[in-house]
């Protein structure tokens, strides 16, 4: 959980790690020379904490524009001879496939380690995508970490197979292990003496249909020696008639599971570090024992549908067993099966209603007596845009102005923090969403159904990291093509959501080197598209921006600018805002508690006892718009500079 | 010297922004200079902030654990927020569990536009005591803001855990880690509310 800890140079102490820092530990461990990622979360920190190693383990770090470009140049890296790992959530590897996909049938050199980040239960993604699927189609080999421990030790082993197969490999990490924490015995450092060679003599290719044979033919030596890798392991009774076969952070819950039901002296837990290819040899032997099989894995039924298919093939060697899993829906959380995240719990119930053992999910028993003792029903607390965040002003403009230009204006969005303009915070702005930089292209496309009668304006929204990932090609779509619709670009100047990671747009790189900065400005001139800038904090210039560009037809961008509220107050004193008590005349001013209840910052809230509007100093990060906002001027900003 | 709970099953539950996660890692890595085992799970939602956090803590001697707690488990449940204290509760308490309560709330959106009511500071209070026998309640804001700035109540609920007398290790590991963590005029402050909480609720249980 510390930087010290990662390049920590004795090996075999120990030292607590995050799950991200412990994928960065096993390359360094496995002497990696090239990292690229385009931040996404749960593995947003591997790069972040390599950049910050950067010169002094001589490896090249960057923040790739898009996991695309970053899979392409990681694979530069071992088309030269060097050991390189490229990082990604599981949407990133949607955005990588296609040369993915291609990757796969020309192979690779030095050892290339793919880390995907896969999000069971959708914690920080608008979904949970189980990228093993995918890995399969692209015919790569997967491993899968249980635990911090195991995230370093699986990425060093990654870059291994890697190199012996001339294959790129994935590691797919899921949340539980990347944003757990651990200790973590360390291993030793590779030295750091590498030469990129890529001679005349070299070809990369993917062209012809006996790569796929030599693709397969490596897939075939993966999955002899996945069956003898140290990375699946079995635990409990010899020839176990029941067995739970797990990967990943599930193995740890079953392990659990099986403890408090009583049972884990009579059933056998085998691990697959390695979920594909599948170790046939070895499965074929715990199945030959098993009359039952209970699979525990998130978020699909992938090693489980392998595996029935495995056995089918050798229904008569393994004789008959009884498959428990997601496809007859006996293993389930409360979503139901194959949806959302396991834990001990789940398993601990799915496990003793499939071996009939008591077991009741303790949590409290009487909640209903608790909840009387409350007096209200116990609220939720849903997301919401940060106190201060600029996003705020800015979802309060593009409202305030549709509004008065009352054409009923459609409002568009993707992936950033943003996002949150799908839900009370950002007004329920949003009428669609899906992945980074599809408002735009959508903007475009309903920017062309004039001559289908569809007559409203269009507004969409997108980040400035979005911007540059995903909405150039668009853009240039609409231009060419004279899509009418307007892009407001809610530039914050930094990527947000993941933790404040630098652009393209940005001074400095990954490694805090100086960038040459592509400004927006530029790209959009060039592409020959209008454009505005404006700063979102000045709430009625802003409006008036928008409105007026609204009237405009074709493409044109309004870029509203102001830094993350966070960023802005990072390390800094804030500007004290405080509600000066003799100005608000709470309920009687006829605002409708315009700060709390309409604008709706969380920093806004009501004192029920004074009658009258605060500011909660805890929450606040001094940005000063409800001051501008407030009819009766009674919010007071003191500024510190 | 009493027996220490193996594993004990600590949950560090707040709102997005407090601080919260934070607050785990300064107990973790004192774990593990202590010398113990340490698994750590973090829940957090979509955005950065905002949402309902929470921290599973598990601190053993030997065996390894998962990164989450099993339903009604948790030996201590440090709250940073009064609401979320008892959401978690409510999951992960049983009637042994010790609770360490900031008394300060932060009003979930719902509450702010006025569609939903936050409960009276005392019913929640009740409705802890109702289930637990051992509850902190300590202003953790105010002490911080005391101490030098609201943002250090992370520090000041670290701090209680530190004195709730249920952690194997002693709080010297604490002050290591916070000053291995941070530097300069933060480090102080954090200090400070660090032992501001620990001095709080090494007083008498009330």
Request: hydrophobic fraction near 40%; glycine fraction near 10%; charge should be neutral.
């Amino acid at each position: 959980m510390t930087i010290m800890g990662v390049c920590c140079e004795k090996p075999g102490s120990k030292v607590a790690l995050t799950g991200n820092e412990s994928i960065a530990r096993g390359a360094l461990e496995a002497g990696v020379g090239y990292a690229s990622s385009y931040p996404g979360s749960p593995t947003a920190e591997v790069l972040g904490t390599l950049a910050k190693l950067a010169r002094q383990f001589n490896l090249y770090a960057e923040w790739s524009i898009n996991e695309k470009v970053a899979m392409e140049g990681a694979a530069a890296a071992s088309f030269a001879g060097l050991r390189s790992l490229v990082i990604m959530k599981a949407d990133g590897l949607n955005v990588a496939l296609d040369f993915a996909s291609a990757l796969a049938i020309s192979g690779c050199r030095g050892g290339m380690v793919i880390v995907v980040g896969d999000d069971p239960g959708a914690h920080s993604s608008v979904r949970e995508e189980d990228s093993r699927n995918l890995c399969k189609a692209l015919h790569l080999p997967v491993l899968e970490p249980a635990s911090v421990q195991e995230a370093k030790d699986v990425t060093r082993e990654a870059f291994s197979l890697s190199e012996s197969l001339q294959l790129p490999v994935v590691v797919r990490c899921v949340t539980r292990v990347c944003h757990a924490s651990g200790d973590v015995l360390l291993g030793e450092l590779a030295p750091a003496n590498r030469r990129a060679v890529f001679t005349k003599q070299d070809r990369v290719i993917t062209f012809s249909i006996k790569l796929h044979a030599l693709l397969e033919q490596k897939l075939a030596r993966a999955a002899d020696m996945a069956g003898n890798s140290r990375l699946n392991s079995y635990h409990g009774p010899g020839d176990a008639n029941r067995l739970v076969i797990a990967s990943g952070p599930c193995y740890m819950y079953a392990l659990e599971a099986l403890e408090m039901l009583g049972l884990s002296e009579q059933v056998g837990v085998l691990k697959l570090g390695i979920t594909w290819p599948l170790p046939e040899t070895l499965l074929l032997g715990y199945l030959k024992a098993a009359g039952e099989v209970v699979f525990a894995e998130e978020v699909e039924p992938f090693v489980e549908d392998n595996v029935m298919a495995l056995a089918a093939r050798h229904w008569d060697e393994v004789g008959r067993i009884k498959f428990y899993g997601k496809r007859n829906g006996r293993v389930a959380g409360p979503h139901g099966p194959g949806i959302g995240e396991l834990d001990p719990d789940v398993l601990a119930q799915s496990l003793s209603a499939i071996w009939s053992t008591s077991y009741t999910r303790p949590a409290w028993p009487n909640q209903k007596e608790i909840l009387d003792l409350l007096g209200e029903k116990m609220p939720d607390r849903e997301l919401a845009l940060c106190a201060g965040c600029p996003h705020r002003a800015s979802f309060w403009s593009i409202r305030t102005a549709l509004e008065l230009d009352g054409r009923g204006g459609i409002v568009l969005g993707d992936i950033g923090c943003y996002t949150l303009g799908i839900v009370r915070t950002g007004y329920y702005l949003l009428q669609t969403m899906h992945c980074m930089g599809a408002g735009v292209g959508i903007a475009s496309g309903l920017g062309k159904l004039d001559c289908f009668g569809f007559d409203k304006p269009v507004i969409t929204v997108v980040g400035d990291s979005t911007f540059y990932h995903a909405a150039l090609p668009a853009l240039v779509n609409a231009r060419y093509h004279r899509a009418n619709f307007m892009c407001v670009v809610l530039d914050n100047e930094t990527t947000a959501m993941t933790g404040h990671q630098p652009h393209p747009g940005r001074e400095l790189t990954a490694t805090g080197e100086p960038a040459d900065t592509v400004q927006m400005e530029e790209l959009i001139r060039g592409i020959g598209i209008p454009y505005a800038v404006q700063d979102p904090y000045d709430v009625p210039a802003a409006t008036e921006a928008v409105y007026l560009m609204l009237q405009q037809q074709g493409p044109r961008v309004l870029i509203l600018r102001r830094t993350c509220a966070l960023a802005a107050v990072k390390g800094k004193r804030k500007n004290r805002v405080y509600v000066d008590p003799a100005k608000c005349i709470g309920d009687s001013c006829g605002c409708g508690r315009f700060c709390s209840k309409v604008f709706a910052c969380p920093a806004n809230i009501w004192d029920a006892e004074s009658g009258k509007a605060r500011i909660d100093e805890a929450v606040c990060n001094g940005c000063g718009v409800c001051a501008t906002l407030c009819p009766q001027q009674a919010i007071v900003v003191e500024r510190t500079v | 010297m009493g027996a220490f709970y193996e594993p004990l099953n600590m949950i560090i539950t707040g709102v997005g922004g407090q601080g919260n996660v934070l607050a785990s890692q300064v107990v973790s890595v004192a774990a593990a200079e202590a010398g113990y085992r340490v698994a750590v799970g973090e829940t957090f939602g979509v955005s950065q902030r905002g949402g309902s956090v929470m921290s599973h803590v598990r601190i053993s001697r030997d065996r390894p654990y998962g990164p989450l707690i099993p339903r009604g488990r948790a030996h201590v449940i440090a709250g940073f927020e009064p609401l979320e204290t008892l959401r978690v509760m409510m999951d992960y308490a049983n009637p042994d569990t010790v609770i360490i309560m900031n008394d300060r709330p932060n009003y979930p959106l719902g509450c702010l536009l006025g569609e939903d009511k936050y409960p009276r500071p005392q019913n929640i209070r009740a409705a802890v005591q109702k289930m637990v026998s051992r509850m902190h309640v300590l202003p953790a804001t105010e002490l911080a803001k005391e101490a030098g700035s609201p943002m250090a109540a992370n520090m000041v609920m670290t701090g209680a855990l530190a004195g709730s007398g249920l952690l194997p290790f002693g709080r010297e590991y604490f002050v290591e880690t916070i000053k291995s963590l941070f530097k300069d005029h933060i480090r102080e402050l954090n200090l400070k509310a660090f032992t501001v909480g620990l001095e709080h609720v090494a007083l008498p249980v009330k």
